[in-house]
Every structure is written in C-alpha cells, then in structure tokens.
C-alpha cells in the first residue's frame, strides 16, 4: 500500500502542472484587462502601462508562466492584483468557511442519499421507490442558483425562519479560534453563537448537498439491486436471518464500494460547486472570492485557488481508493 500511495503522490505533480499550464493560458484568453480594471476606463496610456509594468503583464506569457512556477517552487501563490494580499493567507483565512459549508452538506447528502437509496432498493417499484428517484431526478435537475433564491424567498422573506445570508449575524460576538465557526462555538461554549451560527449554515448547506444528495440515492440502490440478487444474499435469506440484518450487515458493505467512490468525488464537486451557493447567500469563502476574482480579472487569486480546489479533489480520490481496502479486506491495492 505504501508503494501506491508513493505512486500516486508522484502522479499528483503532472497532474498540478497540467492544470496550472491550462487555467494559466486560458485566463489569458479572456476577455478583460486588470490594469483597465484597478485604474478604471478614464485611466491614460501611461499609467496603464505602468501597473502592466509593474504587475509584470506586459511580459511574454511563457515568461510570465515561469515567473508564475517559480514562486510556486518555494510554495508562494503570489498577490492579489487589487488588494496585494498574499493568495496563499487569503485561502487559509476563508478556506474554512468552504469547507465547513461543503462538509455539513455532504452529511446531509450522504445521510438522506444512502437511507433513500437502501429503502428504494429494499422496496423496489413500490411508490416510495418511485417518489424517491423522482425526488432525485428532481434534484440532479434543479439548478443551484435557483434553487438558493427560491428557499431564501419562503424561508427567510415570507416565513422570516432563517438568515438570508452570511455566517453569522452582526450583534452576535464570537471568538475565532479556527475559523470554523459551529467548531469555535462550540470551543468557546458560545451557545448563543452556535445556534445562530446553525441556523445561518441551513440554506446553504441544502442548496449545496441537493445535486450529491440525488446521486448519492441512485448510486446507493442501483449498487443495493445489484448485491441483493446475489446467491450468498439468498442463502442467509434462507437461513432465517432477519432482512435488517442480511440488508444492513451483509448487503450494505459490499453496496458501500462504488458509493464510497461516489461520495469522494461529490466532495470533491462540492467545493468547486461552491462558487454559486456561496455567491447568492454571501458566504464569505472561498467559492466566493473566486467569483469576485474573476470578475476582476485578478488571475493569481484564480490560479492559486483552482490550484489548492485540485490538489484537495486528487487526496480526496486517493483517500477513497484506500478506504476500499478497509470496507472490503478482499480487495488489495498495489
């Protein structure tokens, strides 16, 4: 196993490499220049020319891609264009934020996915069965954005139940420790905070976990189906153990392979797809950066964060690959 994982760590490097070379050159084919941006449409030649100068973007693009992975050698992500902020401090400082809002939707996903999954699989053609793909179908459907403003207008607008937006309302005072707010609430034995941080982290965490939650379902009953057909399913059957347990015991952890995979890789899309659910409720993380960097045209805060979005989404996949061998022991990887 120690081999694999070495292998798979050496993989990790052209596979950054590629992803750098292919956001680099494609943001420079974009429309747009952040000299224009930062200095506005009245700006002169001149100074235009100055801050290309000094942003280095009147270079060559293969010499301002190798300035770009020289700095990235040493592990600096570079500059913000507009703020001269460190990349590399600004992630650190709103990557919680992402993935506090990436993991709670994953549980959601995962909880309400496998349990409609098992049932559906367990009561097949009934009307659950054709309630829940439908639910699913629903959801891989929905589009994000709308679905956001259409809970944020019944939710937050008409009911006046939860926060319409951000992580925390602004009377309510709380320690920062790690940047993850439920985790600080709870640090700091600030109830009042945890609940309201709570309740803000609703809406987001389902407007995000609505696409994983459906494939999460089909994945989980089309694997059930499969090992449910088979004979050692049957002869436990035949034994007189207990549907819960042959279900649960038996047929569940074999079912758990390809839905594991599944789940890896949903998280993986669950910080990327971020971007829109953290735009349209001004959840101050990553995604959201992003977006406002894009619209500025400040090409070291898109790179450096695609970089960082990538590197997580490939240990995420070699994690899953190794928790194969912990659910299923017949399974060996090398």
């Not at 750098?20 to 000299?35: C, E, H, K, Q, Y």
């Not at 000094?54 to 301002?64: A, I, K, S, T, Y």
């Not at 049932?119 to 891989?140: E, I, N, P, R, W």
């Amino acid at each position: 196993m120690l081999a694999y994982i070495i292998r798979r760590v050496f993989i990790l490097i052209p596979t950054l490499l590629g992803v750098s070379l292919i956001v680099f050159f494609m943001l420079r084919l974009t429309p747009g220049d952040p000299a224009e941006l930062m200095l506005g449409e009245r700006a002169t030649e001149e100074s235009l020319h100055e801050v290309r100068e000094h942003l280095g973007l009147n270079e060559p693009l293969h010499v301002q891609y190798g300035m770009f992975m020289k700095r990235l050698m040493k592990g600096d992500l570079g500059e913000t264009i507009f703020t001269r902020q460190k990349v590399w401090t600004e992630i650190k400082h709103r990557f919680p934020a992402t993935l506090e809002l990436s993991v709670c939707a994953l549980f959601i996903s995962c909880f309400v996915g496998i349990i409609l999954g098992i049932v559906s699989a367990t009561k097949q053609y009934s009307v659950f069965d054709y309630l829940s793909m439908l639910g699913a179908l629903t959801g891989v459907s929905m589009p994000i954005f709308w679905l956001g403003l259409v809970l944020m207008l019944i939710f937050s607008v008409n009911l006046g139940w939860l926060p319409i937006s951000g992580r925390l309302s602004v009377l309510i005072d709380l320690e920062v420790v790690t940047n993850f707010y439920v985790l600080d609430s709870i640090i700091t034995k600030n109830w009042v905070a945890l609940k309201d941080s709570i309740w803000h982290l609703i809406m987001p965490a389902v407007t995000l976990s609505t696409i994983p939650t459906a494939i999460i379902a089909r994945m989980t009953r089309s694997s059930m189906l499969e090992v449910l057909k088979q004979d050692y399913i049957k002869t436990a059957m035949a034994k007189g153990l207990s549907k819960f347990k042959v279900v649960y015991k038996h047929a569940l952890r074999n079912a758990l392979i390809p839905v594991v995979t599944t789940i890896g890789l949903q998280f993986g899309v669950l910080l990327c797809g971020a971007i829109l659910t953290e735009t349209i409720f001004a959840w101050p993380g990553v995604g959201k950066w992003m977006y406002e960097a894009v619209m500025q045209r400040d090409y070291m805060v898109i790179q450096g964060g695609t970089l960082v979005i990538a590197t997580i989404f490939i240990v995420i996949n070699l994690f899953v690959d190794l928790l194969y061998a912990i659910i299923n022991p017949k399974i060996s990887i090398k």
